[in-house]
């Protein structure tokens, strides 16, 4: 018997939307601080705000987005969010104060939260359900590479154009995940279901919270606490050790490893079920957290760098595909907005507590303690989720 059909025209344009978007994301994440301090002469200390502006503003709007794909369609939301992204990259170039731009992050916030959430909702749509956890896999892929594509060419563009070239390629960015996003079109099922009407689980929080989504989503909030100190040091960890050259490759690795095991890990996921995936990919990032302390090569640093690409890319999709699997369809766009905004403030907590905390023990000290914080994470996700899971397993 044959598969469902996985790599759609549809399935494409959405993952390449939601790379677009995701590139832009964290192309302006290492960008706009030096822009901030070199163009701007900002004070270091005030650039931080960049950064934790434009998340509070998408962890706030992720839940209501969910609302809204509800009542008038993922489409719509999808749309008007690329047309928010494409509006704020235009005004780049006028936000030469701090104020400013602080008000210009948020409103770009806003965008990426409501994009990213309709772009998750109509993912979960096209993927077949057999083939769920390769297709989330596959999603989630476009995420983990927009992660090494975007500061890659924010600093060489603007190491070689300047602030003008650096904000023109990422308006670009943004237009061309607009015209990604106007390829898609949902089944028919999905374009004819009613919108707008309510019921009494969409009263209250419950319109904006999908509830059985909690309990995974802190999981990977958890792990985002670990995952954050990990992106935000390595390279000046890098420097520290003496392997300079190899930063530029660690996420170059990172990527390399997840696109040679994503088509076994997310079959697997489908196959065998989330635990048998899960477990050892969260011992694999604990291992790879611990190399990466204990590193004092360009070799051992390299490694440390393909197995936390194979834990945490795996870990990720794998637990949005259970948050969203475990709301069903109609819930989708919810548990997508509710598994998102929990991992973006366990991201956001650790972004603002690991900097004064690796200025205090150093960061190979750090990623040595983060380690052990990955391998608590078992008991984290077998408390929150897995020992419900094998009781539910046992009932049926």
């Known amino acids: 018997m044959s598969k469902p059909q996985l790599w759609t025209a549809n399935f494409i344009s959405i993952a390449i939307a939601n790379f677009l978007a995701f590139t832009s994301f964290y192309y302006l994440l290492v960008t706009l601080p ?3 301090i070199q163009d701007m ?3 270091e200390a ?3 705000l960049i950064t934790t502006v434009f998340l509070i503003s998408a962890i706030v709007v ?3 987005a969910g609302k809204w794909i509800e009542r008038t369609g993922k489409t719509v939301v999808l749309l008007i969010a690329f047309a928010i992204l494409c509006g704020a990259s235009a005004f780049y170039f006028f936000a030469y104060s701090m104020p400013a731009l602080l008000v210009l992050r948020f409103c770009h916030g806003i965008g990426f939260g409501m994009a990213t959430t309709a772009a998750g909702a109509i993912v979960a749509d096209l993927i077949p359900e057999s083939r769920k956890g390769e297709g989330m896999g596959y999603y989630g892929l476009t995420m983990n590479l927009a992660m090494v594509v975007g500061p890659f060419l924010g600093l060489t563009v603007m190491q070689q154009g300047g602030a003008t070239l650096m904000f023109i390629v990422n308006a670009a960015f943004c237009v061309l995940a607009f015209i990604g996003g106007l390829l898609v079109r949902l089944p028919k099922k999905e374009a004819s279901q009613v919108v707008g009407v309510k019921d009494a689980s969409s009263s209250g929080l419950r319109g904006f919270i999908e509830y059985s989504a909690i ?4 999981v990977a909030a958890f792990f985002a606490l670990a995952y954050s100190a990990i992106i935000s040091f390595v390279s000046v960890y890098a420097r520290e050790i003496g392997v300079t050259e190899a930063a530029s490759y660690f996420f170059v690795v990172y990527a390399v490893v997840l696109f040679v095991s994503r088509p076994f890990t997310g079959r697997w996921f489908d196959a065998y079920g989330a635990h048998v995936i899960i477990y050892p990919a969260i011992l694999l990032f604990a291992v ?4 990466l302390s204990v590193s004092a090569s360009a070799p051992l640093f390299l490694l440390s760098a393909a197995l936390i690409g194979l834990g945490w890319g795996t ?8 948050a969203i699997q475990r709301a069903g369809p109609e819930k989708g766009a919810a548990a997508t907005a509710t598994y998102l905004s929990i991992f973006d403030f366990g991201f956001g907590v650790g972004s603002m507590l690991f900097p004064f905390i690796a200025v205090s023990i150093g960061y190979g000290t750090l990623y040595f303690y983060t380690s052990f914080l990955v391998l608590v994470g078992l008991a984290v996700y077998y408390a929150l989720y897995g020992r419900s899971s094998a009781r ?3 009932t049926q």
């Open 34 to 36: 030096v822009f901030a």
């Open 41 to 43: 002469h900002e004070d």
């Open 46 to 48: 005030a650039v931080g």
């Open 62 to 64: 992720r839940p209501m």
């Open 215 to 218: 309990p995974v989503s802190l």
């Open 288 to 291: 790879g957290t611990y190399l």
């Open 315 to 322: 870990v990720f999709p794998s637990l949005q595909t259970i």
């Open 392 to 394: 539910a397993d046992e």
